[in-house]
């Protein structure tokens, strides 16, 4: 019974102790009598008041406040100024600061990515006044040399968010990084390409360590709409091809062979072609190259041509096979070709006439030789 009783103690105080996890917050605000500061919760959806104080002659301050289960973002309040900062548990954090620079000019201990966070902030501001001086700029040159040098305060300032990220992707100084905006915008954005690897570093990590995170599922979500962006934004690059070859009765292909030649299938045109989808990485592409070599042995005298497109992501062993083919092949390494022509199935042969106008598509070689002989 004692060994019952001393285990369900032990229990109920480690229960309240978690329940009592705490951060505290100190510090002094100088040259601010009178005013109140705010200790607010910087949430997803706007900031919370968790607590307040009037500030005294000394300006000191002493917040005391549930620990985060996730790390998490705060902000000091005075006036309409703001000073962020994170809390990873329940660490001691400690603020000096004067009225006057309140929001900026301020020194944080206990929190390095504190510090990385007010780095940011002073960086990201800069890089506003500058937008803010260019719009007053009117003269050509002037503005250009303007526009030059905020070109290169952003670079430094992705650079610089880009070295916490790549640093630690966990942190919340790279969280925030990533989602630090200037005049409204973006910084960082998923749907720009050299962003990309930064943000879903950052969602990844996240995402892995802290998978029910209100936070974590947020920013995966908006790495995951870059992902689909640039998808769409390739197959929108893909359909500009298909309607560039449209009224040629066929989708033209550009593709390199064996020795980087790039080889077009419409340079063909005038001749029977056989435009064949299929690859030397299939069961069976031993004895497909023979058939494939009989029907061009029987008819290449007459005007037939074979193009041939290996869909290979092994490009060894593509260029060993085809070292001795007299006929034209080339490599869609991607499928991006194979898919033009919706193509699921290898081998895959479309029979095109001498005006480019595609009269069958077959699964097998059986059923094309006497076609071709009707063409020719």
């Given amino acids: 019974m004692k060994r019952i009783l001393f285990f369900a103690a032990v229990s109920f105080v480690l229960v309240s102790c978690s329940g009592d996890r705490q951060f505290t917050l100190t510090g002094s605000i100088a040259d601010a009598a009178g005013k ?3 200790l607010e919760y910087a949430g997803l959806l706007g900031n919370r008041v968790l607590d307040s104080v009037k500030l005294s002659e000394k300006g000191t301050f002493k917040f005391k406040e549930a620990a985060p289960e996730y790390p998490d973002f705060y902000s000091l309040r005075l006036d309409n100024k703001s000073l962020i900062f994170a809390v990873d ?3 001691t954090i400690h603020v000096e600061a004067d009225c006057a620079g309140f929001s900026q000019d301020y020194r944080i ?3 390095e ?3 990385s966070i ?5 960086s990201a501001a800069q890089i506003s006044r500058k937008i803010s001086a ?5 003269e050509p040159s002037l503005r250009r040399q303007s526009e030059e040098d905020l070109e290169r305060e952003i670079k430094l300032h992705k650079e610089k968010a ?4 790549l640093d630690n992707p966990q942190s919340t100084a790279a969280y925030f990084a990533i989602y630090q905006q200037v005049n409204g915008r973006f910084l960082f954005s998923p749907y720009v390409k050299a962003d990309q690897a930064y943000i879903n570093a950052v969602a990844t990590a996240y995402h892995y360590f802290m998978p029910n995170y209100v936070r974590s599922k947020n920013l995966y979500n908006w790495a ?3 992902i689909r962006a640039a998808r769409e934004e390739k197959e929108r690059a893909a359909w500009k091809e298909l309607e560039a070859s449209a009224g040629k009765g066929y989708i033209d292909i550009v593709l390199p062979d064996s020795e980087e030649q790039l080889k077009k299938l419409s340079d063909l045109q005038g001749k029977v072609v056989l435009l064949d989808f299929s690859s030397y990485e299939m069961e069976g592409s031993v004895n497909y190259v023979f058939e494939l070599r009989a029907l061009y042995n029987k008819y290449r005298g007459r005007g037939f041509e074979i193009y041939q497109v290996a869909v290979a992501r092994n490009r060894l062993l593509w260029e060993a096979s085809v070292e001795e083919l007299p006929w034209i092949c080339v490599r869609d390494g991607d499928g991006r070709a194979a898919s033009w022509y919706n193509v699921s199935t290898l081998p895959t042969l479309f029979l095109m006439d001498r005006g480019g106008n595609i009269v069958g598509r077959f699964d097998s070689l059986k059923d094309v030789d006497a076609q071709i002989g009707l063409l020719l």
């Fill in 36 to 38: 109140m500061l705010y």
């Fill in 89 to 91: 548990s329940t660490e």
């Fill in 109 to 111: 201990s206990g929190s």
């Fill in 113 to 115: 990515a504190s510090n």
């Fill in 118 to 122: 007010q780095d940011l902030r002073k």
């Fill in 134 to 138: 260019l719009e007053t700029v009117k």
């Fill in 162 to 165: 880009q070295k916490l990220v």
């Fill in 224 to 226: 995951m709409d870059g």
